[in-house]
């Protein structure tokens, strides 16, 4: 089945700085998606992303899919940004979601 | 409305018990999920339900069980369970519509399950 690789395992910043996270991919994907783990266990939905670039406040995401990698970019961090970072994927002989082992983030002021 | 909904949010059960979990849309949605996820681990995929048919089990154990009486609303019946059993058990849904348009899944809060 596909793989998913992302890195850093875990990452510390100091609040303001920016940051890019990596999420590799073995074979072609119809689905590529990246979530936010908070605290308390709930999955939110970053950006729904295949392929291509979209922005949506300080967070914006890369999908180059001819190179099979995805980048997520924060920009100027908050403390509530802190958590767990995953990149979930679906092949396109797939059905369902394959996630990373996701990369922890730790903002601190 | 993007709000997929989960009870209960916290359950502790013995070896012996039968509970159950509940998750619920109101989105159309025509793809629901059932997702276990251990501590420090990534979730994994355990059912898919595709217009109220069960159309992936991942090999998972028969003391789960789950259901999906309408297109809204998605059981998992527990009973004997392990103790490594225990964890988030999260639920989430999607379009289901197969034809290629976004089929952006969303996660319900997930239920965290102790098994004593």
């Given at each position: 089945?596909?793989q998913?690789?992302?890195?850093?395992?875990d990452?510390?910043?100091q609040?303001?700085a920016?940051?890019t996270?990596?999420?590799n991919?073995?074979?072609?994907?119809?689905n590529?998606?990246?979530f936010?783990q908070?605290?308390?266990g709930?999955?939110i939905n970053?950006?729904?992303?295949?392929s291509?670039t979209?922005?949506n406040?300080?967070?914006s995401?890369?999908?180059v899919?001819t190179?099979?990698?995805?980048?997520?970019y924060i920009?100027s961090?908050q403390?509530?940004?802190?958590?767990?970072y995953f990149?979930?994927?679906?092949?396109?002989?797939g059905?369902?979601l394959?996630?990373?082992?996701?990369t922890?983030?730790s903002?601190?002021s | 409305?993007t709000?997929?909904?989960q009870?209960?949010?916290?359950l502790?059960m013995?070896?012996?018990n039968?509970k159950?979990l509940k998750?619920?849309?109101h989105?159309?949605?025509?793809?629901?999920?059932w997702y276990?996820?251990k501590a420090?681990?990534p979730p994994e995929?355990?059912f898919v339900y595709?217009?109220?048919?069960?159309?992936?089990?991942e090999?998972?154990?028969?003391r789960?069980s789950?259901?999906?009486?309408?297109?809204?609303?998605?059981n998992?019946h527990?009973h004997?369970?392990?103790?490594?059993?225990s964890?988030l058990y999260?639920?989430?849904?999607?379009?289901?519509s197969g034809?290629?348009?976004e089929?952006?899944?969303?996660f319900g809060?997930?239920t965290r399950?102790l098994v004593?």
């Amino acid at each position: 089945g596909i793989q998913v690789e992302q890195s850093p395992p875990d990452l510390i910043l100091q609040e303001g700085a920016n940051s890019t996270l990596r999420c590799n991919f073995s074979d072609s994907v119809n689905n590529l998606q990246w979530f936010h783990q908070n605290p308390w266990g709930q999955l939110i939905n970053l950006f729904y992303i295949p392929s291509g670039t979209k922005q949506n406040g300080r967070l914006s995401a890369t999908t180059v899919a001819t190179e099979r990698y995805s980048l997520l970019y924060i920009s100027s961090s908050q403390t509530t940004d802190s958590g767990v970072y995953f990149c979930a994927v679906e092949s396109q002989a797939g059905t369902a979601l394959i996630f990373g082992k996701g990369t922890t983030l730790s903002v601190s002021s | 409305d993007t709000e997929v909904t989960q009870t209960p949010k916290h359950l502790v059960m013995g070896m012996t018990n039968k509970k159950s979990l509940k998750c619920e849309q109101h989105m159309g949605h025509r793809a629901m999920y059932w997702y276990k996820q251990k501590a420090k681990k990534p979730p994994e995929l355990m059912f898919v339900y595709s217009y109220e048919k069960l159309s992936i089990n991942e090999s998972v154990p028969s003391r789960f069980s789950p259901e999906c009486p309408n297109s809204s609303l998605l059981n998992l019946h527990l009973h004997a369970l392990q103790p490594e059993d225990s964890a988030l058990y999260l639920c989430a849904s999607s379009q289901g519509s197969g034809q290629g348009i976004e089929e952006t899944q969303y996660f319900g809060p997930g239920t965290r399950l102790l098994v004593l």
